[in-house]
């Protein structure tokens, strides 16, 4: 079974910088993309950025790139999500998610079917 657990979340202020990692078991990384999502209270959840376990290329959303970087080690079967010079707005319960897809393909945004638990991000004013 695919299995997804998040860490890394917590408070820091804004301006400050954390880094989430997503630890998967069950699959193979090779055929499988892995996606960052978030969602505040009272919002929609957000897609931000995907890895594709293949190859490494990545995607990302408007609001986050500049800030936010996605990369994968495939040997640890982990995905991080560095994020930096956080804002109050970037508070969020924050998901990573894996998505069955062709090798080297393009990784998306979108229609994934296995979920982590998610890690809450809170960034003071």
């Known amino acids: 079974d695919v299995q997804l657990v998040e860490s890394g979340g917590g408070l820091v202020q804004a301006g400050g910088s954390l880094r989430l990692s997503c630890a998967a078991s069950g699959f193979s990384f090779d055929d499988y993309a892995i996606g960052w999502f978030r969602q505040a209270p009272g919002k929609a959840r957000e897609g931000l950025s995907c890895?594709?376990?293949?190859?490494?290329?990545?995607e990302y959303v408007d609001s986050v790139k500049g800030r936010f970087t996605i990369s994968s080690d495939n040997a640890k079967n982990t995905v991080y999500l560095q994020m930096n010079s956080l804002k109050p707005e970037d508070t969020a319960v924050y998901y990573c998610?894996?998505?069955?897809?062709?090798?080297?393909?393009?990784?998306?945004?979108?229609?994934?079917?296995?979920w982590g638990q998610g890690t809450q991000v809170t960034v003071s004013s």
């Open positions: 998610a894996a998505d069955l897809i062709p090798r080297y393909a393009t990784c998306r945004l979108y229609e994934y079917d296995d």
């Open positions: 890895i594709t376990g293949s190859d490494g290329s990545t």
